[in-house]
C-alpha cells in the first residue's frame, strides 16, 4: 500500500480539490499546451469557464 504524500490537482474553474474515482477531466491548455487544465464533476457538468494558469487562455 502507498502510504506517501500526494497532492490533489485543483479544478482550474472553482479551485477544489479534484480526486481520484470522481467523473473529472483533464487536458492539456488548447493554446499553449503547457499546462494541464483540470475540472471537477460538478464544473465539467455545468461547462464552467476555466482559465489556464499558465497563458490565461479562458475556455468552457
Given at each position: 500500500m502507498?502510504?506517501?504524500s500526494?497532492?490533489?490537482p485543483k479544478c482550474?474553474?472553482?479551485?477544489r480539490d479534484?480526486?481520484?474515482?470522481e467523473i473529472s477531466e483533464n487536458f492539456s491548455c488548447?493554446?499553449?499546451k503547457s499546462?494541464?487544465?483540470w475540472r471537477c464533476?460538478?464544473?465539467k457538468g455545468k461547462s464552467k469557464e476555466y482559465k489556464c494558469p499558465a497563458c490565461?487562455?479562458?475556455g468552457k
Amino acid at each position: 500500500m502507498y502510504s506517501g504524500s500526494y497532492d490533489m490537482p485543483k479544478c482550474n474553474a472553482c479551485g477544489r480539490d479534484v480526486h481520484p474515482g470522481e467523473i473529472s477531466e483533464n487536458f492539456s491548455c488548447p493554446k499553449c499546451k503547457s499546462a494541464r487544465i483540470w475540472r471537477c464533476e460538478g464544473c465539467k457538468g455545468k461547462s464552467k469557464e476555466y482559465k489556464c494558469p499558465a497563458c490565461g487562455h479562458k475556455g468552457k
